[in-house]
Nanobody, 126 residues
C-alpha cells in the first residue's frame, strides 16, 4: 500500500523559510515523478513543483521560481521542498503527490498523479 506522509509545515513570517518533507512507503520514488501541490483558502489546488522520474529534471510554477527547490533522496525514499523567501500568498495546505501512470486521475505537466498525502499547513504572516 502506497503511503505519503508530509511534515515540516508551520507558521513563519514573510521572508522566512520552511522545508517540507514527504516520506513515501510502498512505492519507489526514484522511478516515478513526484510533485508538491498546494491549496490556498478559497482557491483551487495548484501544482507548485515537480521532479520527474530519476530526479534529474524539475519544474516550478512561475510564482515560486527562484525561491522553492524540490529534491529527492532516493535512499530515504523521501521528497523535499525547500521554501525560501516565503510570502503571505504562499500560505495554504501543501500536498505531496506521486505518479500513478495507469490510473492517476489528476494530470499536471504531462504526469498522472494518483497518490496523495494528508497535507501539511503552511502559514506565512506579513
Amino acid at each position: 500500500q502506497v503511503q505519503l506522509v508530509e511534515s515540516g509545515g508551520g507558521s513563519v513570517q514573510a521572508g522566512g523559510s520552511l522545508r517540507l518533507s514527504c516520506a513515501v512507503s510502498g512505492y519507489t520514488t526514484s522511478r516515478n515523478s513526484m510533485a508538491w501541490f498546494r491549496r490556498a483558502p478559497g482557491k483551487e489546488r495548484e501544482g507548485v513543483a515537480i521532479i520527474y522520474s530519476r530526479g534529474v529534471t524539475t519544474y516550478y510554477v512561475d510564482s515560486v521560481k527562484g525561491r522553492f527547490s524540490i529534491s529527492l533522496d532516493s535512499a530515504k525514499n523521501t521528497v523535499y521542498m525547500q521554501m525560501n523567501s516565503l510570502k503571505p500568498e504562499d500560505s495554504g495546505m501543501y500536498y505531496c503527490a506521486a505518479e500513478d501512470p495507469l490510473y492517476g486521475p489528476i494530470w499536471w505537466r504531462d504526469v498522472r498523479f494518483g497518490y496523495w498525502g494528508q497535507g501539511t499547513q503552511v502559514t506565512v504572516s506579513s
